[in-house]
């Protein structure tokens, strides 16, 4: 029996090109992220109510603010939102060029995600206080926090509600099952 | 009506854009096309149409057809006017402008070779911002010049012109019932320019002209936007431009300026 989520791989060139038109190789103007988002959604119907998805940016040229809105930002909102499902996401191939406007939209609504910035290098990008980034790169140094590391933390209390807050900002995996709580980069190792 | 342009000596992307706007703005009050004498200056006349003047003329003025020219040289040009009404054509010229700009923004302007992304976003949003706002025709051009006397240094001239409803009766609806009697070109320019309102209440909106203005400023470079009767700016150290000029002749539609000059070696 499946005890995490299911996984899922997305590669936002080949969607882009199939969900779009083949003629376009960037990510730019409003309309066209809208597109690709919604074929990003279509794909993750068919997962279960528990989802984890590497979005994969590494064969996008370009990709410009309004489309980062759609695909990232509005993204994100829209399954944090979803009380029924629980969607995780970790965006890769973001590369240098690609961050102001990942950074810039995710800021302007304060979301935060979890960005593969070089290979297998993740960090936090968006809007989050320095006790998030705290708790966040120990877990992700650790990949994953079974409960007597996180009664551990909890003894500051800072620390507690900064790992409470990564879990209900999708930032963070609880198992349901064991109670262990997971870094995303780890739960999507095997996509990469 | 007839748009004298025999004499004229030098012309930049604001110029070429401006003429069509406002020869797009005669011909519908006048209900025909308005008649356009060329340059007389062969110098001129080659450059209008390497920058593709002519040919987003004829969608605008009748005019006498053209001499034949020999075979064409290689273009210099960092983007021809381009006619902007659908999204296509955002792509079409972040796809031209970035085969284009790596080498004149490296070479010319000294910036590094990633800056041609967000050289070619900076353009993206700025076109969108004609088919999202001012849901009118517009037109989009850019080219480098060597501004050796006003500034010793290369610089690239980036203009946009639409004749849609200009920032005021964009965000009319949305916010000049806040503003009250104060409402006007100058505070709907301050309120989208400086604050990144929209007339959209979806929070994501309103990023584009904040990121194009980061990014001038990143440059050391200028940006304007003349909408309506005002004009506003952000304004480098290098110019002197006042930020805001009201009571100007009314535009319909707006103009976005930006220039880029070459960075300093220090």
């Known amino acids: ?192 | 009506m007839l748009f004298d342009a025999r004499h004229l000596r030098w012309v930049d992307p604001n110029g070429m854009v401006a003429l069509l706007l406002a020869g797009s703005i005669a011909g519908e009050a006048s209900g025909t096309f308005p008649h356009i004498e060329l340059p007389d200056n062969q110098d001129v006349l080659g450059y209008l149409s390497r920058m593709g003047f002519h040919d987003q003329a004829h969608r605008v003025f009748e005019f006498d057809a053209l001499p034949r020219r020999g075979a064409s040289r290689p273009s210099d040009v960092l983007l021809e006017i381009t006619a902007i009404d659908t999204n296509h054509d955002v792509h079409e010229i972040v796809d031209r402008v970035q085969a284009r700009a790596g080498a004149i923004l490296t070479s010319k302007l000294g910036y590094p070779a990633a800056s041609v992304i967000p050289f070619s976003v900076m353009l993206s949003e700025v076109c969108q911002n004609i088919i999202e706002h001012a849901e009118g025709q517009g037109w989009v051009a850019a080219q480098a010049y060597n501004w050796a006397k006003r500034l010793g240094r290369f610089v690239i001239v980036i203009s946009v012109m639409d004749r849609g409803r200009g920032f005021k009766g964009s965000l009319g609806g949305e916010h000049s019932a806040r503003y009250g009697d104060r409402w006007s070109d100058s505070t709907a320019l301050e309120a989208a320019f400086l604050h990144g309102l929209t007339r959209f209440t979806d929070p994501g909106r309103g990023q584009g002209l904040q990121q194009i203005r980061k990014q001038v400023r990143k440059w050391s470079g200028l940006i304007s936007v003349r909408s309506g009767t005002a004009r506003i700016s952000q304004v480098p150290e290098w110019d002197d431009s006042p930020p805001m000029v009201d009571g100007m002749a009314q535009l319909p539609g707006a103009q976005i300026g930006i220039i880029l000059p070459a960075l300093v070696q220090l």
């Open chain 1, 1 to 192: 029996m499946r005890q995490g989520p299911d996984p899922i791989a997305i590669d936002v060139g080949e969607v882009l090109q199939r969900s779009v038109t083949s003629l376009y190789s960037s990510l730019v103007t409003r309309p066209t992220g809208r597109a690709v988002r919604m074929a990003i959604e279509t794909q993750l119907q068919g997962a279960g109510t528990l989802s984890i998805s590497l979005i994969d940016f590494s064969e996008v040229g370009i990709i410009d603010f309004s489309c980062a809105d759609e695909v990232v930002a509005k993204l994100l909102q829209q399954y944090l939102a979803d009380d029924a499902r629980d969607a995780f996401f970790v965006f890769r191939g973001v590369r240098e060029p690609h961050q102001p406007q990942v950074e810039g939209v995710l800021r302007r609504q304060e979301l935060a995600a979890v960005v593969e910035v070089e290979p297998e290098r993740f960090t936090l990008v968006g809007s989050f206080s320095e006790d998030e980034q705290r708790v966040w790169d120990h877990l992700e140094t650790e990949g994953s926090l079974d409960t007597d590391a996180i009664e551990r933390i909890a003894v500051q209390v800072q620390d507690a509600r900064a790992l409470e807050s990564l879990l209900a900002r999708g930032l963070a995996f609880r198992s349901p099952q064991s109670g262990r709580i997971h870094a995303l980069s780890r739960l999507v190792a095997h996509l990469m």
